[in-house]
């Protein structure tokens, strides 16, 4: 879908027209493409006295491809690249790429004046959908009350860092568990990438990582030899996550119901997967899902729970068929497959192999709550109860359970959404316009890297800092 305003405040006069009215200039975001470094340009790094991650920080950020030369050291070097005193503006040759700051050592209330001493001078010199990386300690980990009081004040910081922002600029913070530190790259990848283009304002916290993980040999490709499932692969974001895991490097079992057999065979045909019609509320679905993946791929890697439907009514004129098929394809279906795949089969051992990676997709909705949508915002609410109780249960299988939250996302279901209903979901996030299907393509795909295995039982928006909830 195009958004006609974005594409007006682009050009000349409707940019300029937008300036002197104060109305909002959503920016064109830069988005991942194959090839595309992870930096765009310099990056500096630096951390609080005393953090334990601003060493390992700087050696990896320089390691990433696209890094400048010597932009991960010191920023009161003379002459780094957003040195007090020569700030630059945005879009010039002297712009930012990103800020990235350890607080790990921040121990106290007053310890937090570190924030303003290192973002104050330098924030403004950040380039066009630049990125704001914070690194803390979960509070619930930290050395006592005090130490515990500054590291949860970093979410109100990033939070509303994010929402000062402009020109696609996201923030992030990344809460690193002690003994984490080696399990941080493939989150700081995808924080400071195109790929979360549309993520900002969110906390993802990295524990310990799950058995068996390792960076993949190939971080173009990390999935290479792995088998994923996407269900409701036909259209929509279901077909974009399904192309993205395959760019990834997957087999991807394409699964939606028969209706949608046309669409399907022709995504799988193109993408080099595999098409599996199913409806996956019907009786013997959860067999058949796992007779097929045990047949045709001897397991399963990845599993995507993306099928999803809606049946929108205020409650008071919702009938019990809507209420009944919403739950039953969203919410209950959904925990059947799952249950069957962590199963033992014949073979003794479950379809969903060692060291597996489980993605539902929720929504803000199931967060934050919607008019007409007790039905949906229950089920989607019910996926972030999934993943919060089983995410423990599985851990020990090297197994990792997490979910995505679209905010609103240029499909065709939004599409056929009222204009000014429409135009009010695009404008009131943080980025002022709604995200791709490929947004959220991308957030499955890091979390269904081998290398997120320090990241289980979150729930990432994706939804460019929706006003809507947390």
Same mark, same amino acid.
């Given at each position: 879908?195009?958004?006609?305003?974005?594409?007006?405040?682009?050009?000349?006069?409707?940019?300029?027209?937008?300036?002197?009215?104060?109305?909002?200039?959503?920016?064109? @975001?830069?988005?991942?493409?194959?090839?595309?470094?992870?930096?765009?340009?310099?990056?500096?790094?630096?951390?609080?006295?005393?953090?334990?991650?601003?060493?390992?920080?700087?050696? &990896?950020?320089?390691?990433?491809?696209?890094?400048?030369?010597?932009?991960?050291?010191?920023?009161?070097?003379?002459?780094?690249?957003?040195?007090?005193?020569?700030?630059?503006?945005?879009?010039?040759?002297?712009?930012?790429?990103?800020?990235?700051?350890?607080?790990?050592?921040?121990?106290?209330?007053?310890?937090?004046?570190?924030?303003?001493?290192?973002?104050?001078?330098?924030?403004?010199?950040?380039?066009?959908?630049?990125?704001?990386?914070? &690194?803390?300690?979960?509070?619930?980990?930290?050395?006592?009350?005090?130490?515990?009081?500054?590291?949860?004040?970093?979410?109100?910081?990033?939070?509303?860092?994010?929402?000062?922002?402009?020109?696609?600029?996201?923030?992030?913070?990344?809460?690193?568990?002690?003994?984490?530190?080696?399990?941080?790259?493939?989150? @700081?990848?995808?924080?400071?990438?195109?790929?979360?283009?549309?993520?900002?304002?969110?906390?993802?916290?990295?524990?310990?990582?799950?058995?068996?993980?390792?960076?993949?040999?190939?971080?173009?490709?990390?999935?290479?030899?792995?088998?994923?499932?996407?269900?409701?692969?036909?259209?929509?974001?279901?077909?974009?996550?399904?192309?993205? @895991?395959?760019?990834?490097?997957?087999?991807?079992?394409?699964?939606?119901?028969?209706?949608?057999?046309?669409?399907?065979?022709?995504?799988?045909?193109?993408?080099?997967?595999?098409?599996?019609? @199913?409806?996956?509320?019907?009786?013997?679905?959860?067999?058949?899902?796992?007779?097929?993946?045990?047949?045709?791929?001897?397991?399963?890697?990845?599993?995507?729970?993306?099928?999803?439907?809606?049946?929108?009514?205020?409650?008071?004129?919702?009938?019990?068929?809507?209420?009944?098929?919403?739950?039953?394809?969203?919410?209950?279906?959904?925990?059947? &497959?799952?249950?069957?795949?962590?199963?033992?089969?014949?073979?003794?051992?479950?379809?969903?192999?060692?060291?597996?990676?489980?993605?539902?997709?929720?929504?803000?909705?199931?967060?934050?709550?919607?008019?007409?949508?007790?039905?949906?915002?229950?089920?989607?609410?019910?996926?972030?109860?999934?993943?919060?109780?089983?995410?423990?249960?599985?851990?020990?299988?090297?197994?990792?359970?997490?979910?995505?939250?679209?905010?609103?996302?240029?499909?065709?279901?939004?599409?056929?959404?009222?204009?000014?209903?429409?135009?009010?979901?695009?404008?009131?996030?943080?980025?002022?316009?709604?995200?791709?299907?490929?947004?959220?393509?991308?957030?499955?795909?890091? &979390?269904?890297?081998?290398?997120?295995?320090?990241?289980?039982?979150?729930?990432?928006?994706?939804?460019?800092?929706?006003?809507?909830?947390?």
């Amino acid at each position: 879908m195009v958004d006609r305003y974005q594409k007006l405040t682009a050009s000349g006069p409707g940019a300029l027209l937008a300036r002197r009215l104060g109305l909002p200039r959503p920016e064109i @975001l830069e988005r991942h493409r194959p090839g595309r470094p992870v930096l765009s340009g310099p990056v500096v790094v630096d951390g609080a006295e005393g953090g334990r991650l601003t060493g390992p920080l700087r050696e &990896l950020v320089a390691s990433l491809p696209g890094a400048a030369s010597g932009s991960a050291g010191s920023p009161a070097s003379p002459g780094s690249p957003a040195s007090p005193g020569s700030p630059g503006s945005p879009g010039s040759r002297n712009a930012t790429a990103a800020l990235v700051f350890d607080a790990t050592g921040i121990t106290d209330s007053g310890g937090l004046r570190a924030l303003h001493d290192f973002f104050h001078p330098r924030i403004r010199s950040l380039a066009p959908c630049g990125r704001v990386v914070v &690194l803390g300690t979960p509070p619930e980990a930290a050395g006592g009350v005090r130490q515990a009081v500054a590291q949860r004040a970093l979410e109100g910081f990033v939070r509303s860092v994010g929402k000062e922002l402009r020109r696609g600029a996201t923030a992030h913070l990344l809460l690193v568990a002690p003994g984490a530190e080696d399990a941080v790259e493939s989150t @700081l990848r995808f924080a400071l990438s195109a790929r979360s283009a549309y993520v900002s304002g969110q906390v993802v916290r990295i524990g310990r990582p799950v058995e068996g993980t390792a960076a993949p040999a190939d971080w173009e490709r990390p999935l290479e030899g792995r088998t994923a499932v996407v269900t409701g692969a036909a259209r929509g974001i279901g077909a974009v996550v399904a192309g993205t @895991l395959a760019r990834d490097g997957a087999t991807v079992v394409c699964l939606d119901v028969p209706g949608q057999g046309g669409e399907l065979r022709e995504l799988a045909g193109r993408i080099g997967g595999d098409a599996l019609e @199913l409806d996956i509320t019907a009786d013997g679905a959860a067999d058949a899902l796992a007779e097929h993946l045990s047949t045709r791929h001897g397991g399963v890697d990845v599993v995507v729970h993306n099928a999803g439907i809606t049946r929108d009514k205020t409650l008071g004129r919702m009938d019990a068929a809507r209420w009944d098929s919403v739950i039953a394809v969203n919410l209950t279906a959904v925990e059947r &497959l799952t249950e069957r795949l962590l199963e033992a089969g014949d073979s003794g051992r479950p379809v969903l192999r060692e060291g597996g990676r489980i993605v539902c997709t929720s929504s803000i909705s199931g967060i934050a709550g919607n008019v007409g949508q007790t039905n949906y915002a229950a089920s989607k609410a019910g996926l972030i109860g999934l993943v919060q109780a089983l995410a423990p249960v599985v851990a020990g299988r090297g197994v990792t359970v997490n979910a995505v939250a679209p905010g609103f996302i240029e499909t065709r279901m939004t599409a056929a959404v009222p204009l000014f209903v429409r135009e009010a979901g695009r404008r009131m996030n943080s980025m002022k316009q709604g995200g791709q299907p490929v947004d959220v393509a991308e957030a499955v795909a890091y &979390l269904a890297s081998p290398g997120s295995g320090g990241v289980s039982g979150q729930v990432l928006r994706v939804c460019g800092q929706s006003l809507l909830g947390a």
